[in-house]
């Protein structure tokens, strides 16, 4: 099922935005969608079809994917001021390597931004933020991960008109968004120091104050956190999927990567 989901937003993905948009495609995404579907009561028929870049194997794919639209939208917002950034930051064979995508990105990002002007105006908000905290060089993950976690909790906000859910949703959004800005932080923080980038934890390593354990609690309240208002939200399905996702697979991820 969970295949099923991932397999139908790369097939949205070329279907709104273009076929090169379907090579950005993330698991991130694959839970926002979930997550968009789990709020509704219609129920998901699936049938098996023809994958269009291996066309010998069959997939399993949705017969509606109206919900797959907005992630598919999202995701490809998000990939493109992501691809930004990275030729902003990047030197070398790998800002080449951008510059060479951005063509087919920006191509998909427009019909996105199209669809979905407010996903893209959180976005750009998102990443003016973004840009003054690393300007100013802020050393405080805190604050260096605020503008990820909002960004995050305006678009699970969108999911839903219902008042009381979009509590729970901001919620979840912003916990998720900060875990992911504080994982990456720690993860790319050796290369980051190597090729002088900005990362907010350069100083505390510098000081001698960072540790992987301070990270992993760091991570665990924002685990915590996102677990006690998906608890309040009214799933109508993917129940046992979204609880894998929520209550292991986030802790089993940083457990992994940050490799304690």
Same mark, same amino acid.
């Given at each position: 099922?969970?295949?099923?989901?991932? @397999?139908?937003? @790369?097939?949205?993905?070329?279907?709104?935005?273009?076929?090169?948009?379907?090579?950005?495609?993330?698991?991130? #995404?694959?839970?926002?969608?979930?997550?968009?579907?789990?709020?509704?009561?219609? &129920?998901?028929?699936?049938?098996?079809? /023809?994958?269009?870049?291996?066309?010998?194997?069959? @997939?399993?794919?949705?017969?509606?994917?109206?919900?797959?639209?907005?992630?598919?939208?999202?995701?490809?917002?998000? @990939?493109? #001021?992501?691809?930004?950034?990275?030729?902003?930051?990047?030197?070398?064979?790998?800002?080449?390597?951008?510059?060479?995508?951005?063509?087919?990105?920006?191509?998909?990002?427009?019909?996105?931004?199209?669809?979905?002007?407010?996903?893209?105006? &959180?976005?750009?908000?998102?990443?003016?933020?973004?840009?003054?905290? =690393?300007?100013?060089?802020?050393?405080?993950?805190?604050?260096?991960?605020?503008?990820?976690?909002?960004?995050?909790? =305006?678009?699970?906000?969108?999911?839903?008109?219902?008042?009381?859910?979009?509590? /729970?949703?901001?919620?979840?959004?912003?916990?998720?968004?900060?875990?992911?800005?504080?994982?990456?932080?720690? &993860?790319?923080? =050796?290369?980051?120091?190597?090729?002088?980038?900005?990362?907010?934890?350069?100083?505390?390593?510098?000081?001698?104050?960072?540790?992987?354990?301070?990270?992993?609690?760091?991570?665990?309240?924002? &685990?915590?956190?996102?677990?006690?208002?998906?608890?309040?939200?009214?799933?109508?399905?993917?129940?046992?999927?979204?609880?894998?996702?929520?209550?292991?697979?986030?802790?089993?991820? #940083?457990?992994?990567?940050?490799?304690?």
């Amino acid at each position: 099922l969970y295949k099923a989901v991932y @397999c139908s937003l @790369c097939k949205e993905m070329g279907k709104t935005c273009g076929i090169f948009s379907r090579f950005t495609l993330s698991y991130d #995404f694959t839970f926002y969608a979930l997550l968009n579907m789990a709020l509704k009561t219609d &129920v998901c028929d699936i049938t098996r079809k /023809c994958c269009t870049f291996n066309p010998i194997k069959k @997939c399993q794919y949705l017969t509606d994917m109206s919900d797959m639209k907005m992630p598919a939208a999202a995701s490809m917002i998000l @990939c493109y #001021f992501k691809l930004m950034d990275n030729i902003n930051d990047e030197k070398g064979f790998k800002k080449v390597k951008y510059l060479l995508a951005k063509p087919f990105i920006a191509s998909a990002y427009k019909k996105a931004k199209k669809l979905y002007p407010s996903l893209d105006a &959180v976005a750009k908000s998102y990443i003016e933020s973004q840009n003054e905290i =690393e300007k100013n060089n802020c050393t405080s993950i805190d604050m260096a991960a605020e503008p990820t976690a909002k960004c995050l909790a =305006e678009m699970f906000k969108m999911l839903t008109d219902n008042e009381v859910q979009k509590r /729970c949703l901001d919620r979840i959004g912003y916990s998720i968004g900060r875990y992911i800005y504080i994982l990456d932080a720690a &993860v790319d923080l =050796e290369e980051d120091i190597k090729l002088n980038r900005y990362n907010p934890l350069k100083e505390m390593y510098k000081a001698g104050e960072y540790s992987k354990e301070f990270i992993a609690g760091q991570l665990n309240i924002c &685990v915590g956190e996102a677990a006690k208002a998906y608890e309040l939200l009214d799933i109508k399905k993917f129940k046992n999927i979204l609880d894998n996702l929520i209550y292991l697979g986030l802790q089993d991820t #940083f457990i992994k990567e940050l490799k304690i």
